[in-house]
């Protein structure tokens, strides 16, 4: 099993990554779907 807990990585789009990957994996180990989707940090309210 991989845990995000102490890795260290490169930038920020690894660690993204990594979590993308670790949030699929419970998923099928826990046989429900997951869904990605963006939120849109620069509009404002």
Same mark, same amino acid.
Not at 25 to 37: I, L, Q
Not at 39 to 45: G, I, L, P, V
């Given at each position: 099993?991989n !845990?995000? $807990?102490?890795?260290?990585?490169?930038?920020?789009?690894?660690?993204? !990554?990594?979590?993308?990957?670790?949030? @699929?994996?419970?998923? =099928?180990?826990?046989? !429900? $779907?997951? =869904?990605?989707?963006k939120? !849109? $940090?620069? @509009?404002?309210?």
């Open positions: 099993m !845990y995000l $807990s102490g890795q260290m990585f490169d930038d920020k789009l690894d660690l993204a !990554y990594a979590v993308i990957d670790g949030i @699929q994996a419970r998923g =099928e180990k826990g046989n !429900y $779907s997951t =869904e990605r989707f939120f !849109y $940090s620069n @509009q404002t309210a």
